[in-house]
């Protein structure tokens, strides 16, 4: 009988047209281990060489890291419809990504992934960075794209347990903070 814990390896995905933010890490029973974490940027003209860039480096990262599966943060509903249309365009060459290289996709909202995280959906983004480089035990603080995506890969890591899910695996919260 194999006591070996599942090793899951996440990809987190923060898409955005300008900069796709993309965090993997690794969970073997509660605990969670950082293997990295960057970002795509598309830069500047026609949208479909844009798109290209978010696919192809997208499907880069999965040939290197060997995700198991993926979690995405899902669009939010912007002021700007045009803003709206735009990233959900950004995060549909996400999704292809994932889709192509047969890996099941999970979506969560930023208000389920900042529960999971920091302990309240109304959480800065500089929270966010931060109990993302506490938990995974980083040497320094990533990007706010970059922590966003690992953000979502350590919310889908914990499920619908949430802080529950972290309490499991050593951590103690209180007040949203992690003691």
């Not at 696919?55 to 599966?69: K, N, Q």
């Amino acid at each position: 009988m194999n006591n070996q814990p599942v090793v899951r390896r996440i990809l987190g995905i923060d898409p955005g047209l300008r900069a796709t933010g993309f965090g993997v890490i690794s969970v073997a029973g509660n605990g969670l281990t950082y293997v990295t974490c960057g970002c795509i940027r598309s830069g500047e003209g026609e949208l479909p060489a844009r798109i290209a860039v978010i696919l192809r480096d997208l499907g880069e990262v999965i040939s290197r890291h060997a995700p198991t599966e993926v979690a995405i943060e899902k669009v939010f509903v912007n002021v700007n419809p045009q803003s709206t249309l735009l990233l959900g365009q950004a995060r549909g060459a996400a999704i292809a990504a994932a889709v192509l290289a047969e890996l099941p996709v999970s979506e969560y909202t930023a208000l389920q992934v900042k529960q999971a995280v920091v302990g309240h959906g109304k959480a800065a983004k500089e929270q966010v960075q931060e109990m993302v480089r506490r938990l995974l035990e980083l040497p320094g603080t990533p990007s706010p794209d970059a922590a966003d995506a690992l953000a979502c890969a350590i919310a889908h890591a914990h499920g619908a347990h949430g802080l529950g899910g972290l309490r499991k695996a050593g951590y103690r919260v209180r007040r949203g903070r992690l003691v």
